[in-house]
């Protein structure tokens, strides 16, 4: 069975003292244990959330890698760094990345690449812009996205969790309906069969990823392709984050 996932991407906030302060109070929460639930700090809060979140079954995962193995690449961290402090999961592919740090398909690529050689599991974001879905091309340039991790059959496919994150939901408060997420995902489930064949479609968790918060998750994880949710602004209060991991 494929796992219900619960993923909170902080991107660039919160202070150390804030950091401590949300992960003190998930570590005092609860949900189901049928539940996975990560967070993602920066770098510099990862050793920080490992040590505070240790006594709990909350994993702790990068929000971004460098491709290379090592060398003189000023302020990136390598897949190495990672794994050596005990990381296990990694963000790629998010929307914010491809725009403002122009990761490309190709970049991207070496950076699944990078990420699964060294053992990473990986969280690979993906999903139209406003525009494509009003012009009817989300199916498309979804696809064209999720290319980069199909055309990788020989990976370890239990290292890897799609996550369908509408641009034109990200941050905005709007977020697609669960029509519309369910749509998306039961065609992004028939690519991944198509390619990889049903086990491992059926074993592979699809996040969806755009506005999650309390009062919507639970009519978004009620869908039957969508396992969960990758969370921006709501992962940045314990009370939230741990409502949404509830709404199983
Ligand atoms: C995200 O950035 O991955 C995200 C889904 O953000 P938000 O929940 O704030 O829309």
């Excluded at 009003?134 to 055309?151: M, P, R, T, Y």
């Excluded at 370890?156 to 969790?161: A, E, L, Q």
Aim: contains cysteine; aromatic residues 6%; hydrophobic residues 45%.
């Amino acid at each position: 069975m494929r796992k219900n996932i619960v993923a909170g991407n902080w991107k660039m906030n919160l202070t150390h003292s804030a950091a401590a302060q949300l992960l003190e109070g998930l570590a005092a929460g609860s949900y189901p244990e049928a539940v996975r639930m990560l967070v993602g700090p920066s770098f510099i809060q990862l050793e920080q959330s490992q040590r505070i979140l240790a006594d709990t079954s909350i994993q702790v995962m990068a929000q971004n890698v460098h491709q290379a193995a090592k060398g003189a690449y000023t302020g990136e961290v390598s897949t190495e760094m990672l794994t050596s402090a005990g990381i296990q999961t990694v963000i790629l592919g998010h929307s914010e990345r491809r725009e403002m740090f122009q990761e490309d398909e190709a970049l991207l690529t070496q950076k699944v690449d990078a990420a699964l050689a060294a053992g990473l599991e990986i969280v690979f974001c993906f999903g139209e812009k406003l525009d494509e879905r009003k012009q009817g091309k989300q199916n498309d340039v979804v696809a064209q996205q999720l290319e980069v991790v199909l055309s990788r059959p020989q990976a370890d496919w239990s290292k890897i969790v799609l996550a369908y994150e509408p641009v034109w939901a990200i941050g905005t408060g709007e977020t697609a309906s669960p029509e519309q997420a369910q749509e998306m995902h039961a065609f992004i489930r028939s690519l991944v069969e198509q390619r990889l064949g049903a086990e491992v479609a059926e074993q592979t968790s699809i996040l969806y990823g755009g506005s999650v918060k309390p009062s919507n998750a639970s009519e978004i994880f009620q869908q039957p392709d969508v396992d969960g949710g990758l969370v921006g602004g709501a992962s940045l209060q314990a009370e939230d984050f741990l409502a949404i991991a509830n709404a199983f």
